[in-house]
């Protein structure tokens, strides 16, 4: 009987790496924000591959929370829109209420490449692109779908960027 592995190997994390980006990530969302950094998900149409790498940011592995980061349920308690899937025709007006119910300061996140541009159904009748095509995009995040490592850079580098 052949035994093949039941997932891939995980990756060494050094202590100390993680111990200095939770304290550059704590330091940027205090100083931007006075709080950690909230991050509401809007699924514009997505495969729900990029889905399944935000629930990975929240599982043991990444444990998204110990950067100060986390998910909310109401656009309202949002800094960030975490934007997932090309935007059809028939989610565009539940963007623009999650874009108008979130509060100053915000962000806008396109997560994988559907997200950017339309990715693979980019010119299909029932596609507007990305949400781009009808909010400011502060930050793309590419790749079909992005690694989780990748969306935790992504978004760092957001806070850095943003912050004073």
């Not at 209420?97 to 339309?118: E, H, I, R, S």
């Not at 299909?124 to 009808?134: F, S």
């Not at 793309?140 to 806070?159: E, H, K, N, Q, Y």
Request: charged letters at 20%.
């Amino acid at each position: 009987m052949v035994r093949l592995p039941r997932a891939e190997p995980v990756q060494a994390v050094d202590a100390e790496t993680v111990a200095s980006l939770k304290q550059r990530l704590d330091a940027a969302a205090q100083a931007r924000l006075g709080h950690g950094l909230a991050v509401r998900h809007v699924n514009t149409g997505s495969c729900n591959g990029c889905e399944l790498e935000l629930r990975a940011l929240t599982g043991v592995l990444y444990d998204l929370s110990r950067f100060g980061l986390r998910f909310v349920d109401q656009p309202a308690h949002a800094d960030v829109l975490l934007v997932t899937g090309p935007l059809t025709r028939n989610l565009r007006q539940a963007l623009e209420q999650a874009w108008d119910a979130t509060p100053d300061p915000k962000w806008v996140v396109a997560l994988g490449d559907c997200a950017v541009d339309g990715g693979v159904f980019k010119g299909e009748y029932a596609v507007l692109g990305g949400p781009g095509a009808v909010l400011p995009v502060d930050l793309t995040i590419g790749g079909c779908p992005p690694s989780p490592a990748r969306i935790l850079a992504g978004l760092r580098a957001l806070l850095e960027a943003n912050s004073p």
